[in-house]
């Protein structure tokens, strides 16, 4: 076993939360007429906006119908104990994100997920200076680009499956959050 003098923080995409964007493109489709396939739409969801919603709906009404129905946003299963894990091991809690901040704080808030520092607007590699800037020790995400921006950054890369897509790459693969408090507890035990 890997032994850990100290954690300083551990980062995690907003993969937390159940998203309230599958709501918003229902609305599109109800209340707007937009032509869309929902369930493909969500295959890609997390990739920043222009990389998965059409040229032809709004992004900005796309955006203003996710934040009036941000208050339906819930902790995924193992989330607060992830949170509560992290924090017993004396470490702070980061989320980097590609969501913009409004969004992603209104459902860490929604859901009840305190967190430490939030970094929005980041995709990819954009989120590699952001974790090395927080000084994480570990990332947890559900994508391939975040597995690969963990490890550009120094980070130790953990992949959730409760996404769109598998984390390829991931040095540690859990089926879901309510895994990660042992798997850290386990890591952190010193001799």
Not at 22 to 35: F, M, P, Q
Not at 83 to 101: E, I, M, N
Not at 174 to 187: C, I
Request: glycine share 8%; net charge negative; aromatic share 6%.
């Amino acid at each position: 076993m890997d032994q850990v003098t100290r954690i300083e923080a551990i980062a995690f995409d907003l993969d937390m939360t159940r998203a309230v964007s599958r709501r918003a493109l229902e609305r599109l489709v109800c209340e707007y007429g937009a032509k869309l396939d929902i369930d493909a739409l969500m295959s890609a969801y997390g990739l920043p906006l222009p990389g998965w919603l059409p040229a032809s709906i709004d992004g900005a009404l796309f955006r203003a119908l996710q934040s009036q129905d941000i208050a339906l946003a819930v902790a995924m299963p193992g989330a607060g104990a992830a949170l509560a894990a992290v924090r017993q091991a004396g470490a702070r809690v980061v989320v980097v994100t590609s969501a913009p901040f409004a969004i992603a704080l209104g459902m860490l808030r929604a859901a009840g997920l305190r967190v430490d520092d939030l970094h929005p607007d980041a995709w990819g590699a954009e989120k590699v200076e952001r974790l090395r800037a927080e000084r994480c020790w570990a990332f947890v995400g559900d994508h391939p680009d975040d597995m690969l921006a963990g490890r550009r950054a120094g980070a130790m890369t953990i992949g959730v499956n409760t996404g769109t897509s598998r984390p390829i790459g991931a040095q540690v693969e859990l089926e879901n959050l309510s895994a990660f408090p042992a798997w850290l507890a386990d890591r952190t035990l010193t001799s």
